[in-house]
């Protein structure tokens, strides 16, 4: 019934109204092909019309009443089978229809009629409760792939909301003339302009939209806040006395160098994942849009962003308002108003303070006050160190149970969202169509000696170890009965074929194996041939499946006979092999480059040295409990490990650049150092980060799911070493930081001048000066 009623769908067209018998690809009787097991029910039906009991449906192949023998693997599923493979029963049946593409006209009335297939199915699920039907097509994969965006996009509104919140809150501060609660939001105003550039220079070039673009605004929010929290940073340990242009120019000296040297390696590391050198669509396009959007939120934080902190540092030396841009009163002023108005005006006038207060102004922020005051102290504790140490081996302890344990990801439910046709689809098939791998067709593209023993025994040998399901098979092993010799002459054999067609009814529909051509003298030549094959492995364990291709491939490379192996499932299993090898292959280029580039730019060699080690550290940590926390490897988690080498190199390079240069004083005094004026910075960027990340994990979707999971684990990582490893291994690793003397030279003398004021009367002396 569901059969007959997929065969009457129409698409109306003007004029003329298209079905399946239409648009299908035909036999070589002009029939639609369909699959084998609608002629065994067909057949089962006939059987019990007339009250024949002698049919019975064997598994994997099974006999048809003209004689054929006919696979039924991948068309039946949860089979229970009597003795000598008679099914006793089955929990599923597998129907495909194949639909020709030869024109657009075609394309267009077969996209159509595949609509129309799901809207049929469903109807007839509505009228059929009883048996549970997930319909699937060829666009079914590129809908569920696409409807991740529209299923997020609520999500990604909130995520936005609650950055904004979060970056305007760490940019404020109780001091209304000093707070920059304007920078937090211009910061992320930033971000926003440069990936919307991006994004209209992909469309106007004619990129193709996709769902792993949700991860470059994430891309974005990492490195574009961290540079816009460095830069203010930097404006607050300038002096307040000085004018604005010599604070900003004492800002973009202390914080661009930095800032351009990272954003050097995301355009490298994803420049050359833009490239030819990846064979991904969706990876290259998503490199791109990234690479465009860093280079021009560059561009913009030099531009954009640093006016936007000339702006407020007028607005600052002005003692005006922070939100509302008015002149602030002094306290005195003040007196007579009500506390709440006096709270929203409460700032501190430089004549108000002393010299040695005025350092100290920004200190009332909560963060900068944090981390001065109490955690820089604490980490470096001596009773502290231990646990941390202790907490660290726990931590490497558990990545190794989780990196031993690594699986490569080739799911398709992996990259849709969930509740889709792609899900159900591929779960039942898992579920039930596991005893077999797919059918793959093996192609003979050139003219071989057929007739010639020795060709047969070469066919014969590389399909072995596989259930041959083709008649040319058992043609190859008919014509062996028969004794064919390798002095038969090719005409002879040639005739046999022909002759067989006709005579020998098991060879009906050989017709579709073999391709024949007919020459000047009448003589008919084997142009080409095939045959299918089911490998005798499980569908459900990739890596066997994976490792069946490679091995079929290279045969084809080394045999002495030309062919081709093809299945649809290949592409997929192509798709995942790639999303591993061409990103960790261009990862590893950019890495080279990146540690030859940088050997010529850094002050100290120890920084390259400590930044490999933080970095692999934190990329080892985060593939062990990506595996722990059920997240395979495939495209999405390993874009986001590239991305996580360019996040940890981001946060950890200022820090440890700045111990490593620091001089003279202890170890333990740098860490402090490090913390107090790269830690605000960081710990800003993280908590928006964080906050962002948070609504992801509410998507229904296993793309936008995997991304939360690796770019969570990639911050929390990246925090965890930055503010709780690094501080304290530190401590005691080089280098050392021994104080030196400095040696007096002739150019250091001292030259010391004394003036005496002698009273003329009496020879006192009343006063002396003295200069050095």
Not at 28 to 56: G, S
Not at 144 to 160: A, H, I, N, P
Not at 700 to 711: A, D, G, H, I, Y
């Amino acid at each position: 019934m569901l059969h007959a009623a997929v065969t009457r769908i129409q698409v109306p067209r003007p004029g003329f109204n298209y079905t399946f018998a239409h648009i299908c690809i035909l036999n070589n009787d002009k029939t639609c092909i369909v699959d084998d097991i609608v002629h065994v029910l067909e057949e089962l039906k006939n059987a019990r019309a007339t009250n024949r009991t002698n049919f019975a449906i064997t598994y994997p192949i099974t006999h048809l009443k003209d004689g054929r023998a006919v696979y039924n693997g991948h068309q039946l599923g949860g089979v229970t089978v009597h003795s000598k493979d008679r099914v006793k029963s089955a929990e599923a049946v597998q129907l495909t229809y194949y639909l020709q593409s030869i024109n657009s006209l075609n394309d267009m009335v077969a996209e159509r009629w595949e609509s129309s297939f799901c809207d049929t199915v469903r109807l007839f699920q509505k009228s059929n409760s009883k048996v549970k039907m997930y319909p699937y097509t060829s666009s079914s994969l590129r809908e569920d792939f696409q409807k991740t965006s529209r299923v997020s996009e609520r999500y990604l509104v909130t995520s936005l909301i609650l950055v904004v919140t979060m970056a305007i809150l760490c940019c404020s501060m109780q001091d209304c003339v000093r707070s920059k609660p304007w920078l937090g939001l211009l910061g992320l105003v930033t971000i926003s302009l440069a990936t919307l550039t991006a994004a209209g220079i992909i469309n106007l070039t004619g990129g193709k939209y996709n769902s792993t673009f949700l991860g470059v605004p994430f891309v974005m929010l990492g490195h574009g806040l961290y540079g816009t929290f460095e830069m203010l940073s930097s404006w607050r340990k300038t002096r307040e006395d000085q004018h604005v242009k010599e604070r900003t120019a004492e800002v973009y000296a202390d914080s661009m160098l930095s800032f351009s040297l990272t954003t050097a390696m995301y355009l490298v590391t994803f420049g050359i994942g833009a490239s030819p050198f990846t064979n991904i669509e969706a990876a290259r396009i998503f490199c791109c849009n990234s690479c465009i959007a860093i280079f021009f939120n560059y561009l913009y934080v030099l531009s954009f962003y640093g006016s936007s902190l000339v702006f407020t540092g007028y607005i600052e030396n002005n003692y005006q308002h922070s939100i509302f841009c008015r002149k602030v009163p002094k306290p005195e002023a003040l007196q007579e108003k009500p506390a709440w108005y006096r709270f929203l005006l409460t700032a501190r006038f430089s004549e108000d303070t002393t010299e040695g207060e005025e350092a100290n102004t920004y200190e009332s922020h909560l963060l900068v006050c944090f981390l001065k005051r109490y955690y820089c102290d604490w980490i470096t504790n001596t009773y502290v160190k231990p646990f941390v140490v202790l907490f660290y081996l726990i931590y490497i302890s558990f990545a190794l149970m989780g990196y031993l344990q690594v699986s490569e990801g080739s799911d398709l439910s992996n990259i849709v969202a969930t509740a889709t046709q792609t899900i159900e689809y591929t779960t039942a098939q898992q579920k039930y169509f596991s005893n077999y791998s797919p059918v793959i067709g093996f192609y003979i593209y050139e003219s071989i000696e057929y007739w010639n023993t020795s060709v047969q025994e070469d066919v014969l040998e590389y399909t072995k170890g596989f259930v041959r399901i083709s008649w040319f098979e058992s043609y190859l092993n008919y014509l062996r009965k028969l004794n064919v010799s390798t002095g038969l002459p090719k005409k002879n054999f040639t005739d046999m074929l022909r002759n067989s067609f006709l005579k020998a009814p098991q060879f009906s529909h050989f017709q579709e194996d073999i391709i024949f051509s007919k020459k000047y003298n009448d003589e008919v030549d084997v142009v080409a041939s095939r045959m299918f094959l089911v490998a005798k492995t499980m569908e459900t364990n990739r890596e066997e499946l994976y490792d069946l291709l490679e091995t079929l491939r290279r045969l084809s490379v080394t045999s002495k006979v030309k062919f081709i192996v093809f299945n649809p499932s290949f592409v997929y299993m192509d798709r995942y092999a790639s999303s591993l090898g061409a990103p960790l292959h261009n990862s590893c280029i950019s890495a080279l480059f990146l540690l030859f580039f940088s050997a010529f730019l850094v002050a100290d060699s120890l920084i390259n040295v400590w930044l490999t080690l933080t970095v692999v550290s934190v990329e080892f940590g985060v593939i062990g409990f990506m595996t722990l926390w059920k997240v395979e490897l495939d495209c999405i988690s390993v874009l986001c490990l590239i991305y996580g080498i360019n996040y940890t190199i981001d946060n950890c390079a200022p820090l440890l650049s700045t111990f490593v240069l620091g001089k003279d004083f202890t170890r333990t005094k740098w860490v402090k150092n490090a913390l107090e004026v790269h830690g605000v910075a960081i710990l800003q960027s993280y908590l928006c980060y964080l906050v962002g990340l948070i609504p992801l994990a509410a998507v229904p979707s296993n793309l936008t799911c995997t991304l939360f999971r690796c770019l969570f684990l990639i911050a929390f990582v990246t925090f965890f070493h930055c503010f709780a490893i690094l501080p304290v291994i530190l401590t005691f690793l080089p280098p050392s930081k021994k104080k030196r003397k400095e040696k007096k030279n002739p150019e250091n003398r001292e030259e010391i001048e004394c003036v005496e004021m002698v009273d003329i009367d009496s020879t006192r002396v009343v006063d002396q000066i003295t200069t050095v």
